[in-house]
């Protein structure tokens, strides 16, 4: 299993950037995947995650500003991140079970 994300970079607050993650090596249609961050000094948390039905769940810190979505005929999963601010700033990461995890993609949001 190999979960590619990319799409991070450099942004000022409240603009936006999309996050992609490319997964191989797995049925995709039949698997969650989640969005997790880690801020320097934090430990690693859920961002977002995405049900095979396509629910969704976010943390409280991101609701109504991050949406993730999937797209199963591209084995793609994205985040798009809206209204970014300072705080959002993390090494993301994809995940799917059991204990995969893509190499990251660092975010960063400057005021």
């Known amino acids: 299993v190999q979960l590619q994300a990319f799409g991070g970079g450099l942004v000022q607050a409240g603009e936006s950037l999309r996050l992609s993650c490319a997964a191989s090596g797995i049925i995709f249609s039949r698997t969650t995947f989640g969005w997790y961050r880690q801020a320097p000094g934090k430990e690693r948390e859920l961002v977002a995650r995405?049900?095979?039905?396509?629910?969704?769940n976010y943390a409280n810190s991101v609701k109504g500003r991050f949406t993730i979505s999937r797209d199963n005929a591209k084995n793609t999963v994205y985040l798009q991140m809206n209204s970014l601010e300072p705080e959002d700033t993390a090494v993301y990461y994809c995940?799917?079970?059991?204990?995969?995890w893509g190499q990251g993609t660092l975010v960063t949001v400057s005021s």
């Open positions: 995940y799917a079970p059991l204990d995969y």
């Open positions: 995405i049900f095979v039905g396509g629910i969704t």
